[in-house]
């Protein structure tokens, strides 16, 4: 194939892509729409005995059976995440694509870091989607993986060609995966917290939850998972960070100098790290502290798309 | 309900009314200061006190851009700048932040480190007496005897490195004449919190060594020339307090030749794509010479320093003659990029000629002439060099004693003597016969950082130490269990086992489904 065929072809995915994933955007938003779930049917406690082979062990233990009758939502948000993965692969594709030809990891200007992104939001999501239910929280991942990619197409559109020689290094692997697998999973903890924050105000409002929020999981579920996903991504971050010192010392000779992208990257760190406090900080816990993953996303996403734009850094790199 | 009252009756229960008495009031000053809710506010004012310096510039990278800034704004500027806004990472303020936040992380981590010693060293805690409360419970009978249920609980736990105690509650004392076994895991998960924070001590120990011990220069080396490592040679150099400038590692270093390659395709074309420094050096002026490359992102190290290649430019080759033909100037000049195709401006100084004779010159690797911006280039590789040049005669100021720039020709005590455009080769003979100026051509130029910095390794261990506590310290669940056995009236016993995480979130079923699991094989064994 050549290379002007796998240029073509790696364009096409991203633009497959971008069509299943505002297909999948439009289920699961008509699935929010068509109204509140089912009402979960639980059957009492009851008593279960256990024979055991000579003996009598009996254990009591609450069984709770909820209705699992699919209503039309629910089938609208089953295509939802079908086609959130078919959008997983074609994108798969097009960055794979995109590498062969180059020759290079894809990683060596803002339109592949962003295709690259969109990929680890879709692919964290999907991750976590494995033996858990997370059907309503697709609209809030494939909206920023869509906008992402737009971003990437118009915005930030460049050919590929060779990396700068400040690149050319195998930490550019390491440090920008990590930073990539962070990226995904900061998105998806921000979309928890401000489901946790309209939902807790709902809740607040009356014990009964009506709308669309019925759909999303309880403000104290949501908050627990977004603790779940920080606790993951912390230390993954730390890493990303640490890695990128190691890189800077071994190609500016320093591992620190507080430059822009390394300046938010610690802001970014430093709000986790108080989000991490605020966790067992009394009157944060809840409302607070996911207000707190909000702004460390935020945090992030400057670092990302403003430092690289807007402010004159050694991380501003060749074609953006 | 609004977040200000949330604030208040929420952190009502963990403020109380000060004591009285001078010592009182000084300790519950310190347990504020040393609590979370102080470490979150100064977590909260390090990220605040980190923006400024990502949007003004800063002298420590960039001096010329700040000294811009202040000139631009001429009412914000110098106030901005006592305020120390343009080395926000070395003002006071700054640091009162982040030293209030390590005294703070101090004063938490380290009673919390003599409490878990404690707490490893001590037994796990009792067990409660009604364990049917506990977020985890199962209740079941046997008709093993409490002694046999009791050993297989303690073996069972003790096999999967639970630490564990055994006790009972009679009934004399007001117990229900119960015997248990408690248990205990995950102490890890605060071990590794302990050394996170630690481990965050010790990179600001690091940085603050590397900040007192270590030294930092810049300098230009053109091709075919050599740089040693003393402070004179030096174009910029900065060290340490406890820096001894004068005792420098004695290596030194020869540039024979630099490799550039640029891109030239159409995407990103004028990228670089290759740089590559070929070199030989000696650690010490008696070594035999080493030969080898520096690169972007391949430093060389010698003596514990690193010689890191950060940029690079022209220098063309000027031959100066006065009127008799005598030749007064032989030497290729550093001129500096001023873009990114590489127009560079450089000046030449002839004090030798009489009167004094300077150069102010453009080079243009790929000249092209531009209509409005005159004449540019369009390319960094020398595809098309040419040379602009004006001349000035008289006093080049070189002798005031002020040290000047070679980079600026004060031409206020000269008199403009003519306008040249050359190529390579090309000789400008000098208005009235005054002498020539000959392009003979030009060579690259290669500028050097070299960085010393005696705690950059104990930085990168203790960042190392940092992830592995807080990897540690997020993903080890702290939790408890209990079995508690009874004898049955019939015979046999009433067997309760109940689990408590110790973090938010865990959940302790599994652990207590295990532990039914097991006692019913063992049970199995024992019937057959």
Not at chain 1, 107 to 121: C, D, P
Not at chain 1, 149 to 169: D, F, H, I, R
Not at chain 1, 239 to 266: C, L, Q, S
Not at chain 2, 141 to 157: I, K, M, Q, W
Request: hydrophobic share 45%.
């Amino acid at each position: 194939m050549t290379s002007v065929e796998l240029a073509q072809l790696s364009n096409a995915a991203v633009y497959a892509t971008m069509i299943s994933l505002s297909i999948a955007m439009v289920c699961f938003a008509v699935s929010f729409a068509l109204g509140r779930r089912r009402p979960a049917v639980a059957t009492g406690p009851r008593a279960v005995v256990e024979q055991a082979e000579g003996s009598t062990a009996v254990l009591t233990r609450t069984e709770t059976t909820v209705d699992e009758t699919p209503d039309a939502g629910r089938r609208w948000a089953n295509v939802g995440m079908s086609m959130a993965w078919l959008s997983f692969l074609t994108l798969l594709f097009g960055v794979v694509l995109r590498g062969l030809w180059a020759g290079r990891v894809p990683w060596g200007n803002m339109y592949e870091f962003s295709i690259t992104a969109a990929l680890g939001i879709l692919g964290v999501f999907l991750i976590m989607s494995i033996g858990r239910d997370l059907r309503w929280l697709g609209l809030f991942i494939v909206i920023p993986a869509l906008l992402t990619l737009g971003l990437a197409v118009t915005v930030l559109y460049t050919e590929a060609a060779q990396l700068v020689p400040a690149l050319k290094s195998y930490w550019l692997v390491i440090h920008v995966s990590a930073a990539i697998i962070c990226s995904g999973a900061f998105t998806l903890a921000a979309a928890t917290a401000g489901l946790s924050l309209l939902r807790s105000r709902a809740e607040r409002k009356s014990a009964d939850v009506t709308g669309w929020l019925t759909r999303v999981p309880s403000a104290d579920k949501l908050r627990t998972m977004t603790n779940r996903i920080i606790a993951f991504t912390f230390p993954l971050w730390t890493f990303a960070v640490v890695a990128g010192a190691i890189w800077a010392e071994n190609a500016w000779g320093r591992y620190w100098g507080w430059d822009p992208k390394e300046t938010w990257a610690f802001i970014t760190w430093v709000v986790f790290a108080a989000y991490l406090h605020a966790r067992s900080t009394a009157g944060w816990r809840a409302d607070r502290a996911s207000w707190i993953v909000i702004a460390g996303w935020a945090a992030f996403m400057i670092n990302y798309f403003g430092v690289n734009i807007f402010v004159n850094s050694l991380h501003s790199y060749a074609g953006m | 309900m609004s977040s200000t009252t949330d604030a208040l009756s929420q952190a009502a229960p963990d403020a109380p009314i000060p004591p009285m008495g001078t010592g009182g009031f000084l300790r519950w000053v310190w347990r504020q200061f040393t609590s979370m809710r102080t470490a979150l506010i100064l977590l909260f004012l390090l990220a605040l006190a980190s923006v400024p310096g990502s949007v003004l510039p800063q002298r420590g990278t960039n001096p010329i851009r700040v000294q811009e800034w202040i000139s631009n704004n001429p009412t914000a500027g110098p106030v901005l700048d006592r305020l120390g806004f343009f080395e926000v990472y070395s003002s006071p303020w700054f640091a009162s932040v982040y030293l209030l936040l390590f005294i703070s992380l101090i004063g938490c981590v380290l009673p919390r480190t003599r409490q878990h010693g404690r707490a490893m060293l001590a037994p796990p805690p009792p067990a409660p007496r009604r364990l049917e409360r506990m977020p985890a419970f199962e209740e079941l009978t046997s008709d093993r005897s409490p002694n046999d249920v009791l050993e297989s609980a303690r073996a069972f736990l003790s096999s999967q490195r639970w630490r564990v105690r055994l006790g009972e509650t009679p009934v004399e004392s007001g117990g229900d004449g119960s015997r248990w076994v408690a248990a205990e895991k995950g102490y890890l998960r605060e071990t590794g919190n302990l050394l996170f924070h630690l481990a965050l001590v010790v990179v600001l120990v690091a940085v603050a060594v590397g900040g007192l011990f270590g030294w930092k220069g810049n300098v230009i080396v053109r091709e075919g020339n050599g740089f040693s490592n003393t402070l004179t040679q030096y174009d910029a150099w900065g060290g340490g307090r406890f820096v001894n400038p004068d005792s420098l590692a004695p290596f030194a270093l020869t540039l024979h030749a630099f490799k550039v390659d640029f891109e030239r395709g159409t995407a990103q074309r004028g990228a670089p794509r290759q740089f590559e420094a070929d070199v030989t050096y000696r650690a010490r002026p008696t070594d035999a010479p080493t030969r080898t490359t520096i690169q972007v992102n391949q430093p060389l190290e010698v003596d514990g320093a690193k010689v890191f290649l950060v940029g690079h430019g022209y220098a063309p080759h000027f031959v100066v003659k006065d009127s008799t033909g005598a030749v007064v100037f032989d030497d290729t000049v550093v001129f500096l990029p001023q873009d990114g195709n590489f127009t560079s401006t450089g000046v030449v100084k002839v004090p030798d000629a009489t009167p004094s004779l300077g150069l102010n010159g453009m080079f243009l690797p790929t000249a092209s002439f531009d209509k409005v911006r005159g004449g540019i280039s369009t390319f960094p590789a020398p595809d098309n060099p040419a040379l602009f040049l004006s001349a000035f005669r008289g006093d080049l100021g070189m002798d005031t004693g002020v040290p000047q720039s070679v980079y600026r020709l004060d031409t206020s005590k000269m008199q403009k003597v003519g306008l040249q455009a050359l190529a390579p080769g090309q000789t400008w003979t000098l208005p009235n016969n005054t002498g020539s100026v000959q392009f003979t051509g030009f060579q690259r130029w290669a500028s050097f950082q070299i960085a010393y910095d005696p705690g950059k390794e104990l930085a990168l261990g203790a960042a190392a130490a940092a992830i592995a506590g807080l990897m540690l310290s997020l993903f080890v669940r702290r939790r408890r269990v209990w079995v508690k056995v009874a004898d049955l009236p019939q015979g046999g016993s009433l067997i309760r086992i109940a689990g408590l995480a110790k973090n938010d979130g865990a959940d302790l079923t599994e652990d207590v489904s295990a532990i039914v699991a097991r006692l019913g094989a063992d049970q199995e064994k024992g019937s057959a």
